[in-house]
């Protein structure tokens, strides 16, 4: 992408001592000193700022506009503009233009104002890159499909997408319901506004009813000044509820009337506030057991599963391992700057073979760490599996007891995490309290 610079006025002196200074600032600078030459050399030559005089005598600065916007619409236009044209730049504002200057102008006023015209570009650019890598990324034909089981998966997303039919992702933790709930998103018409996620076992209950439906000022201790909720930040598009079975029952009825009437209501608010967002949750547990026990809102239930979509369990998609760790490795690779030409064949036979009680998130984790700790050219057995330690003796020697056995498990998924509490929550299935409150502080490594 160009970052040279276009300076146009029919004072070529003018034109030749902004372009002079611009050079000197360290930018590419050109000059033109007509407006048809200014027209030809955009009409040929890529530009990423034009500064153009609004009044020229053969082809004016509103039509050098109107040309840089038809032939290179990432381009800039900053305005030089006399105090009696200053209508016609307000003008030009309107019509797109970036800026302008009303001389006389210092060359400080004008470098400022070229270099947010080329960050401005640049970030514009840079957000439109990633953009078109998220669509990727989330495309359903970019979902790693080769088992029977995400094949048959992606065949349902695919119908479901351009509805606004509320889903339930049902699967183990670290299945990857997530990605599956952005893909719906980024496959539907609600791609151009925003998809908002929220876990709902991650935030303190007191907080999580602020956090959905926002509040006043004033409406609590610390709320110092108004915020909106998650609802209202997803307006127009989704919201993903992540661990829904973890929604404290004293917030099921106020989620349910806000599915019912597409109308929330902030904490400490007496207005309520209209909002169109589309729902999808998901869980890893069990709802209908828990709506027979009274743990989960029958009704609330049954406005969540409108379509109940399973994700499967990477046991379940053996085919599909290996290219998930191709796919992580090159993405790791990237961001770590290395070349890893894929896995030596003990390495691949053994990502085949393991059982991934994590799920596809243990598996990125792996993956990360041993491309990470490579040394060679390819991933080896030793960079992938982790020393987890010796098992712990049994009491008197004999058979664990349940206790210990839960003891070892927890020990391996935080050895295999790296320490991380959080991450091991999510394979184990349980929340990070639960955990800290199971973990014996004497016997298990420090975790973050």
Same mark, same amino acid.
């Not at 800039?76 to 200057?101: H, K, N, P, Q, W």
């Not at 991650?202 to 000044?225: D, K, W």
């Not at 073979?353 to 700790?373: F, K, S, Y």
């Given at each position: 992408?160009?970052?040279?610079?276009?300076?146009?006025?029919?004072? *070529?002196?003018? *034109?030749? @001592?902004?372009?002079?200074?611009?050079?000197?600032?360290?930018?590419?600078?050109?000059?033109?000193? /007509?407006?048809?030459?200014?027209?030809?050399?955009?009409?040929?030559?890529?530009? %990423?700022?034009?500064?153009?005089?609004? @009044?020229?005598?053969?082809?004016?600065?509103?039509?050098?506009?109107?040309?840089?916007?038809?032939?290179?619409?990432?381009?800039?236009?900053?305005?030089? =503009?006399?105090?009696?044209?200053?209508?016609? *730049?307000?003008?030009?504002?309107?019509?797109?233009?970036?800026?302008?200057?009303?001389?006389?102008?210092?060359?400080?006023?004008?470098?400022?104002?070229?270099?947010?015209?080329?960050?401005?570009?640049?970030?514009?650019?840079?957000?439109?890159?990633?953009?078109?890598?998220?669509?990727?990324?989330? *495309?359903?034909?970019?979902?790693?499909?080769?088992?029977?089981?995400?094949?048959?998966?992606?065949?349902?997303?695919?119908?479901?997408?351009?509805?606004?039919?509320?889903?339930?992702?049902?699967?183990?933790?670290?299945?990857?319901?997530?990605?599956?709930?952005?893909?719906?998103?980024?496959?539907?018409?609600?791609?151009?506004? #925003?998809?908002?996620?929220?876990?709902?076992?991650?935030?303190?209950?007191?907080?999580?009813? /602020?956090?959905?439906?926002?509040?006043?000022?004033? &409406?609590?201790?610390?709320? @110092?000044?108004?915020?909106?909720?998650?609802?209202?930040?997803?307006?127009?598009?989704?919201?993903?509820?992540?661990?829904?079975?973890?929604?404290?029952?004293?917030?099921?009825?106020?989620?349910?009337?806000?599915?019912?009437?597409?109308?929330?209501? #902030?904490?400490?608010?007496? +207005?309520?506030?209209?909002?169109?967002?589309?729902?999808?949750? %998901?869980?890893?547990?069990?709802?209908?057991?828990?709506?027979?026990?009274?743990?989960?809102?029958?009704?609330?239930?049954?406005?969540?599963?409108?379509? #109940?979509?399973?994700?499967?369990?990477?046991?379940?998609?053996?085919?599909?391992?290996?290219?998930? &760790?191709?796919?992580?490795?090159?993405?790791? /690779?990237?961001?770590?700057?290395? =070349?890893?030409?894929?896995?030596? +064949?003990?390495?691949?036979?053994?990502?085949?073979?393991?059982?991934?009680?994590?799920? @596809?998130?243990?598996?990125?984790? $792996?993956?990360?760490?041993?491309?990470?700790?490579?040394?060679?050219?390819?991933?080896?057995?030793?960079?992938?599996? $982790?020393?987890?330690?010796?098992?712990?003796?049994?009491?008197?020697?004999?058979?664990?007891?349940?206790?210990?056995?839960?003891?070892?498990?927890?020990?391996?998924?935080?050895?295999?995490?790296?320490? +991380?509490?959080?991450?091991?929550?999510?394979?184990?299935? $349980?929340?990070?309290?639960?955990?800290?409150?199971?973990? #014996?502080?004497?016997?298990?490594?420090?975790?973050?």
């Amino acid at each position: 992408m160009s970052e040279r610079v276009l300076v146009v006025d029919d004072d *070529a002196e003018m *034109a030749a @001592v902004v372009a002079r200074h611009l050079e000197g600032e360290g930018m590419a600078a050109a000059s033109a000193t /007509s407006g048809e030459q200014a027209l030809a050399a955009v009409e040929h030559e890529p530009f %990423a700022v034009v500064v153009t005089d609004v @009044v020229m005598t053969d082809v004016g600065g509103l039509d050098l506009l109107r040309a840089v916007q038809r032939t290179q619409p990432e381009a800039r236009v900053i305005l030089m =503009t006399a105090f009696g044209s200053l209508e016609t *730049a307000i003008e030009a504002i309107r019509g797109g233009a970036y800026d302008y200057l009303t001389k006389p102008f210092t060359m400080a006023e004008l470098t400022l104002t070229v270099r947010r015209a080329l960050d401005e570009r640049r970030l514009r650019a840079e957000n439109r890159r990633l953009r078109a890598e998220v669509e990727r990324r989330y *495309a359903f034909d970019a979902l790693v499909a080769r088992s029977l089981a995400m094949r048959h998966l992606v065949g349902q997303l695919e119908g479901v997408a351009d509805s606004d039919a509320t889903l339930l992702l049902l699967g183990e933790s670290g299945a990857g319901k997530e990605v599956v709930a952005r893909a719906v998103h980024w496959n539907s018409p609600r791609r151009e506004r #925003p998809f908002v996620a929220i876990n709902c076992a991650a935030i303190p209950e007191p907080l999580l009813e /602020s956090e959905m439906f926002g509040h006043e000022r004033g &409406a609590f201790t610390g709320a @110092v000044q108004r915020r909106r909720g998650l609802f209202a930040e997803a307006d127009g598009g989704t919201l993903f509820l992540d661990e829904i079975a973890d929604m404290p029952p004293s917030l099921q009825a106020k989620l349910l009337r806000a599915l019912q009437d597409k109308v929330v209501r #902030p904490v400490g608010g007496r +207005d309520e506030v209209r909002v169109d967002v589309r729902i999808i949750s %998901a869980t890893n547990r069990d709802l209908i057991d828990l709506v027979q026990r009274g743990r989960f809102r029958e009704d609330l239930y049954y406005r969540l599963a409108v379509i #109940p979509l399973r994700v499967p369990s990477l046991r379940e998609r053996t085919e599909d391992v290996l290219a998930l &760790a191709h796919q992580f490795l090159r993405r790791t /690779s990237a961001n770590l700057g290395k =070349t890893l030409d894929g896995f030596t +064949d003990e390495a691949a036979a053994w990502l085949r073979d393991h059982r991934w009680p994590g799920n @596809v998130r243990q598996l990125e984790n $792996v993956v990360e760490r041993a491309a990470t700790l490579a040394r060679g050219e390819r991933i080896a057995l030793a960079d992938l599996r $982790v020393d987890i330690g010796a098992p712990r003796p049994a009491s008197g020697g004999v058979r664990p007891t349940l206790a210990e056995l839960e003891d070892e498990y927890i020990r391996r998924i935080l050895a295999e995490t790296g320490g +991380d509490k959080r991450a091991a929550a999510r394979i184990l299935g $349980v929340s990070v309290r639960t955990l800290q409150r199971r973990s #014996p502080s004497s016997t298990l490594p420090e975790a973050s």
